[in-house]
């Protein structure tokens, strides 16, 4: 595994065939797994529009405007009624998991905010991992909670309203077995027997979790369960959450068309459940038809009024109370000074901005779309033909829509923190608002629009991240979120405009009063926008290529390596990385990117003062990227440091360090190093130290060395963590060469640690079938120079992988690696290596990779392995 390799030789590798053994299809659905859900959720939200259109082939957009116009106002208070306790109710699953996982540590108000206001956001544009579950992290982390503690919570939050829909749909079954959509062609005792069953098995497990503290084991993954008690109040919450959200639809059905609550809300439950698996914004498309198909309710206008005021009453308001909230808030913080309840109530607000941003957004997306559809109102076009050509009205209308499928790709980047995406937003909703009232006067939607800018200006302060990567990438979940946001909205075309007769001059059609035409034009052009995306997502998405840039070495660096007790602070010289430096020079970060990783080479050099204020430094410029901080070969003593920043640590192995005050060649172990010296003699190999100053005047010799010796190891030059072929940077070092003949055969560059603390070499390299103890010859004598000149320590490099422990109880990453170093043998001769520096007799001491724990985890993997090698499947071809 080339996470590390200090350039000394290696065996060839054999080929695995390991990976033959494997069906293929599952090769096959590994390799696509990544977009076989968003597949799926376009396929459930097509397969929802067709029921739809189906159901509704004989309502029209009049009749149901009408129906929504005579809903009461006594229906929608009771709506807005059972919204604010459903609402409740999801709070205090975050407070019953909080107690479970965290007793304690966070007060009740901070953790049913977190609750609540993460079901609104991820309610409102989907994404719960995204949106809400990001929402969680920022909130809990804040409050010194664990990656893996906050993963329980949500999870133990998810289980509550899981519960509570098995047992909505037990009670139905066991309440009116004879009325179950779906099932009532079956024996109504089947729907009992199921009903009881299920009812059952909640019972039981109360029961089971009564008796005890319980945990559930899910692979490696350890989930503590609740009390018997926090059981029953969660399910209690879920099923008072469940119920009440579904009384929030029924309270607004017209009477007589739902005959019971029960089977109403089985058919509401399910109808939650396809609208997830939809991947659409709160299940949109998928929810309705289950909901009309599930009870009938096809051909009935009141049925979708009902509809459009719930998701307005159940999904936009809660929205739109969370972000007037922190509206609120954010007045009241530039108005006063940050009392402790301020404070208190910066780390609820903050962690909300984006996500709340990104809904405003994709919701301010959907506004264009729905009004793109909508036909103009005849006296608005009428005011505008006196005022603008027809031409003009007509673009407009296509860059309106254009401008709402933007919006629904732009949203990403603000959930991401990122400042371009604000600009790019801030753009798009006042050209929208520009384009709506050009291409109708719609007032209504542009009024909208600014309000959505206003909100994002407010907290433009929170959109900082500025990534050196290209774009921000967008993901196949959000692709699919964003394709059936579109197909609901076309297909909402095509029910507003189903009296049309179709035909090929409607393309061509350019009248005041043409809307059809002008639905179809901007839906083509919406549905290439969206296909452009996908195929520009499915051909050029960010690659994780290594970076080969040259970069300027500021003027301080050299005299701070100079004088640094770490050998290897030396390869700052490289030209290769980037330099966070010391306001006073007093110290540098040596850093690159790779992928989504800004990865630093070690610790900060400098004085020790100012080595934890550079390391805060970097994490915040990384965070600043929207990048993954990433501390690559550091040592176990500035852990704590590493460890304040709520990063993780790996152990890449250990690195070696021969004491040289103890070091001689005498003695049986040194016996080999003692033979291939006096070989070396015999063959007419001469050792020399040829002075940095010298070094220029025979680069091509060292480069045909080098050349030969990679050409013989079929390999390629590695960069960042180790030296490359560069004159500049060889000419900074003293180079010790072994020469035949008065040529040179070998060569060694020599970096020297201040106080002569510590020495070691970087690039090692011979002509090959010279001699066979060029190797031991070489390093003998190095080590007998660095002890002359009077150095403590001479740095052999590391072992990769050495030292991890294979026991059950340590950590994944530590088990893997010890199995690879155990039976990696194919890929990387680890055990050789190891055996060839323990002949010195060295000190081992670990070093370790730091990074962000979870997921992002096996990504700084790949990315520090592409940065290191070019490819982070080089390993496999040494």
Same mark, same amino acid.
């Given at each position: 595994?080339?996470?590390?390799?200090?350039?000394?030789?290696?065996? /060839?590798?054999?080929?695995? !065939?390991?990976?033959?053994?494997?069906?293929?299809?599952?090769?096959?659905?590994?390799?696509?797994?990544?977009?076989?859900?968003?597949?799926?959720?376009?396929?459930?939200?097509?397969?929802? #529009?067709?029921?739809?259109?189906?159901?509704?082939?004989?309502? %029209?957009?009049?009749?149901?405007?009408?129906?929504?116009?005579?809903?009461?106002?006594?229906?929608?208070?009771?709506?807005?009624?059972?919204?604010?306790?459903?609402?409740?109710?999801?709070?205090?699953?975050?407070?019953?998991?909080?107690?479970?996982?965290?007793?304690?540590?966070?007060?009740?108000?901070?953790?049913? &905010?977190?609750?609540?206001?993460?079901?609104?956001?991820?309610?409102?544009?989907?994404?719960?991992?995204?949106?809400?579950?990001?929402?969680?992290?920022?909130?809990?982390?804040?409050?010194?909670?664990?990656?893996?503690?906050?993963?329980?919570?949500?999870?133990?939050?998810?289980?509550?309203?899981?519960?509570?829909?098995?047992?909505?749909?037990?009670?139905?079954?066991?309440?009116? $077995?004879?009325?179950?959509?779906?099932?009532?062609?079956?024996?109504?005792? =089947?729907?009992?027997?199921?009903?009881?069953?299920?009812?059952?098995?909640?019972?039981?497990?109360?029961?089971?979790? %009564?008796?005890?503290?319980?945990?559930?084991?899910?692979?490696?993954?350890?989930?503590?369960?609740?009390?018997?008690?926090?059981?029953?109040?969660?399910?209690?919450?879920?099923?008072?959450?469940?119920?009440?959200?579904?009384?929030?639809?029924?309270?607004?059905?017209?009477?007589?068309?739902?005959?019971?609550?029960?089977?109403?809300?089985?058919?509401?439950?399910?109808?939650?459940?396809?609208?997830?698996?939809?991947?659409?914004?709160?299940?949109?498309?998928?929810?309705?038809?289950?909901? @009309?198909?599930?009870?009938?309710?096809?051909?009935? /206008?009141?049925?979708?009024?009902?509809?459009?005021?719930?998701?307005?009453?159940?999904?936009?308001?809660?929205?739109?109370?969370?972000?007037?909230?922190?509206?609120?808030?954010?007045?009241?913080?530039?108005?006063?000074?940050?009392?402790?309840?301020?404070?208190?109530?910066?780390?609820?607000?903050?962690?909300?901005? $984006?996500?709340?941003?990104?809904?405003?957004?994709?919701?301010?997306? @959907?506004?264009?779309?729905?009004?793109?559809?909508?036909?103009? !109102?005849?006296?608005?076009?009428?005011?505008?033909?006196?005022?603008?050509?027809? @031409?003009?009205?007509?673009?407009?209308?296509?860059?309106?829509?254009?401008?709402?499928?933007?919006?629904?790709?732009?949203?990403?980047? #603000?959930?991401?923190?990122?400042?371009?995406?604000?600009?790019?937003?801030?753009?798009?909703?006042?050209?929208?608002?520009?384009?709506?009232?050009?291409?109708?006067?719609?007032?209504?939607?542009?009024?909208?629009?600014?309000?959505?800018?206003?909100?994002?200006?407010?907290?433009?302060? %929170?959109?900082?991240?500025?990534?050196?990567?290209?774009?921000?990438?967008?993901?196949?979940?959000?692709?699919?979120?964003?394709?059936?946001?579109?197909?609901?909205?076309?297909?909402?075309?095509?029910?507003?405009?189903?009296?049309?007769?179709?035909?090929?001059?409607?393309?061509?059609?350019?009248?005041?009063?043409?809307?059809?035409?002008?639905?179809?034009?901007?839906?083509?052009? &919406?549905?290439?926008?969206?296909?452009?995306?996908?195929?520009?997502?499915?051909?050029?998405?960010?690659?994780?290529?290594?970076?080969?840039?040259?970069?300027?070495?500021?003027?301080?660096? /050299?005299?701070?390596?100079?004088?640094?007790?770490?050998?290897?602070?030396?390869?700052?010289?490289?030209?290769?990385?980037?330099?966070?430096?010391?306001? !006073?020079?007093?110290?540098?970060?040596?850093?690159?990117?790779?992928?989504?990783?800004?990865?630093?080479?070690?610790?900060?050099?400098?004085?020790?003062?100012? &080595?934890?204020?550079?390391?805060?430094?970097?994490?915040?410029?990384?965070?600043?990227?929207?990048?993954?901080?990433?501390?690559?070969?550091?040592?176990?003593?500035?852990?704590?440091?590493?460890?304040?920043?709520?990063?993780?640590?790996?152990?890449?192995?250990?690195?070696?360090?021969?004491?040289?005050?103890?070091?001689?060649?005498?003695?049986?172990?040194?016996?080999?190093?003692?033979?291939?010296?006096?070989?070396?003699?015999?063959?007419?190999?001469?050792?020399?130290?040829? $002075?940095?100053?010298?070094?220029? $005047?025979?680069?091509?010799?060292?480069?045909?060395?080098?050349?030969?010796?990679?050409?013989?190891?079929?390999?390629?030059?590695?960069?960042?963590?180790?030296?490359?072929? %560069?004159?500049?940077?060889?000419?900074?070092?003293?180079?010790?060469?072994?020469?035949?003949?008065?040529?040179?055969?070998?060569?060694?560059?020599?970096?020297?640690?201040?106080?002569?603390?510590?020495?070691?070499?970087?690039?090692?390299?011979?002509?090959?079938?010279?001699?066979?103890?060029?190797?031991?010859?070489?390093?003998?004598?190095? #080590?007998?120079?660095?002890?002359?000149?009077?150095?403590?320590?001479?740095?052999?490099?590391?072992? /990769?992988?050495?030292?991890?422990?294979?026991?059950?109880?340590?950590?994944?990453?530590?088990?893997?690696?010890?199995?690879?170093?155990?039976?990696?043998?194919?890929?990387?001769?680890?055990?050789?290596?190891?055996?060839?520096?323990?002949?010195?007799?060295?000190?081992?001491?670990?070093?370790?990779?730091?990074?962000?724990?979870?997921?992002?985890?096996?990504?700084?993997? &790949?990315?520090?392995?592409?940065?290191?090698?070019?490819?982070?499947?080089?390993? =496999?071809?040494?």
């Amino acid at each position: 595994m080339s996470l590390i390799d200090d350039g000394l030789p290696s065996p /060839p590798a054999e080929t695995s !065939e390991r990976s033959s053994e494997h069906p293929g299809f599952l090769r096959r659905l590994k390799r696509y797994q990544h977009i076989a859900f968003p597949v799926a959720g376009i396929a459930i939200a097509l397969l929802a #529009l067709l029921v739809l259109e189906n159901l509704l082939q004989h309502t %029209s957009r009049a009749e149901t405007v009408a129906a929504i116009e005579s809903t009461s106002l006594r229906s929608m208070g009771l709506a807005l009624l059972f919204t604010a306790i459903s609402y409740a109710a999801v709070a205090l699953y975050d407070v019953v998991a909080v107690d479970t996982i965290a007793p304690g540590r966070i007060p009740h108000r901070i953790s049913a &905010v977190a609750g609540a206001a993460g079901y609104a956001i991820s309610n409102a544009l989907g994404f719960s991992l995204l949106t809400g579950g990001a929402l969680r992290y920022r909130i809990y982390a804040a409050e010194g909670i664990s990656l893996v503690d906050i993963g329980r919570i949500v999870g133990t939050s998810w289980f509550a309203i899981w519960f509570a829909f098995i047992i909505m749909i037990g009670a139905a079954m066991l309440i009116d $077995p004879a009325d179950v959509p779906w099932l009532s062609k079956i024996d109504p005792r =089947i729907d009992l027997v199921a009903g009881v069953i299920l009812l059952a098995g909640i019972g039981g497990l109360i029961y089971w979790l %009564s008796k005890g503290d319980r945990s559930l084991q899910i692979g490696q993954f350890t989930l503590r369960l609740p009390t018997s008690r926090g059981a029953l109040i969660q399910i209690a919450a879920g099923l008072v959450d469940v119920t009440a959200a579904a009384a929030t639809l029924y309270v607004l059905m017209p009477e007589g068309v739902v005959h019971s609550f029960a089977v109403f809300a089985l058919v509401y439950v399910i109808a939650v459940i396809l609208g997830v698996a939809s991947h659409a914004p709160g299940g949109l498309g998928a929810f309705e038809a289950t909901i @009309i198909a599930g009870l009938g309710l096809g051909g009935k /206008p009141e049925a979708i009024a009902a509809l459009v005021i719930y998701r307005l009453i159940y999904t936009v308001l809660p929205l739109l109370v969370a972000v007037s909230g922190v509206l609120i808030w954010e007045a009241f913080r530039r108005r006063e000074r940050l009392t402790l309840q301020a404070r208190l109530a910066t780390r609820l607000v903050e962690p909300l901005i $984006p996500g709340l941003a990104a809904s405003v957004t994709f919701l301010g997306g @959907i506004v264009l779309l729905i009004s793109g559809v909508i036909p103009g !109102e005849r006296y608005r076009l009428d005011i505008l033909s006196d005022i603008l050509p027809l @031409i003009f009205v007509e673009m407009s209308h296509l860059a309106a829509s254009f401008v709402g499928v933007a919006l629904l790709i732009v949203a990403r980047g #603000l959930a991401k923190r990122l400042a371009r995406a604000w600009v790019a937003a801030m753009i798009l909703f006042m050209t929208g608002a520009i384009f709506s009232l050009a291409k109708g006067l719609d007032w209504e939607e542009a009024g909208i629009l600014g309000v959505f800018a206003a909100v994002l200006w407010v907290f433009r302060d %929170s959109f900082y991240r500025r990534p050196i990567v290209g774009p921000f990438e967008l993901t196949w979940n959000w692709i699919a979120s964003v394709g059936t946001t579109v197909l609901v909205s076309t297909w909402l075309g095509f029910f507003v405009y189903r009296h049309v007769e179709y035909s090929n001059n409607l393309w061509w059609d350019f009248a005041w009063n043409a809307n059809a035409p002008r639905f179809l034009r901007a839906t083509v052009l &919406v549905l290439a926008v969206v296909f452009v995306v996908c195929l520009n997502t499915a051909v050029n998405r960010r690659g994780l290529k290594r970076s080969k840039k040259d970069f300027a070495i500021p003027d301080a660096v /050299p005299a701070l390596v100079a004088a640094s007790p770490n050998a290897e602070a030396a390869l700052a010289l490289l030209g290769d990385k980037q330099f966070l430096m010391d306001p !006073e020079n007093r110290g540098f970060v040596m850093y690159a990117q790779s992928g989504g990783s800004l990865i630093a080479l070690g610790e900060p050099i400098g004085d020790r003062d100012v &080595v934890e204020e550079l390391a805060w430094s970097f994490h915040a410029l990384a965070d600043r990227l929207a990048a993954r901080t990433v501390f690559y070969g550091v040592g176990p003593q500035s852990l704590p440091l590493f460890l304040d920043m709520g990063l993780v640590a790996l152990k890449l192995g250990e690195v070696a360090r021969v004491d040289l005050h103890e070091f001689s060649l005498e003695g049986p172990a040194r016996q080999p190093f003692r033979y291939a010296d006096r070989r070396a003699d015999k063959d007419g190999l001469v050792f020399e130290i040829i $002075p940095a100053r010298d070094v220029p $005047p025979l680069i091509p010799q060292l480069k045909h060395v080098s050349d030969a010796w990679l050409g013989h190891k079929s390999g390629s030059e590695k960069r960042f963590s180790l030296g490359f072929f %560069s004159p500049d940077y060889l000419s900074h070092f003293d180079m010790a060469v072994m020469k035949k003949d008065g040529g040179i055969v070998a060569f060694a560059n020599l970096c020297r640690s201040a106080s002569k603390n510590e020495i070691t070499v970087d690039l090692m390299r011979y002509l090959p079938n010279v001699s066979k103890v060029m190797m031991d010859a070489l390093f003998a004598k190095l #080590l007998i120079y660095s002890k002359a000149e009077g150095y403590r320590w001479f740095n052999l490099g590391a072992a /990769p992988l050495s030292g991890l422990s294979g026991s059950p109880l340590a950590s994944r990453w530590n088990r893997f690696g010890s199995f690879l170093y155990k039976r990696g043998a194919d890929l990387y001769h680890f055990d050789g290596l190891k055996a060839f520096k323990e002949k010195f007799d060295p000190v081992w001491s670990p070093h370790y990779l730091v990074c962000p724990g979870g997921l992002d985890t096996p990504r700084v993997l &790949v990315d520090v392995t592409t940065l290191i090698n070019g490819s982070p499947l080089e390993f =496999i071809r040494k």
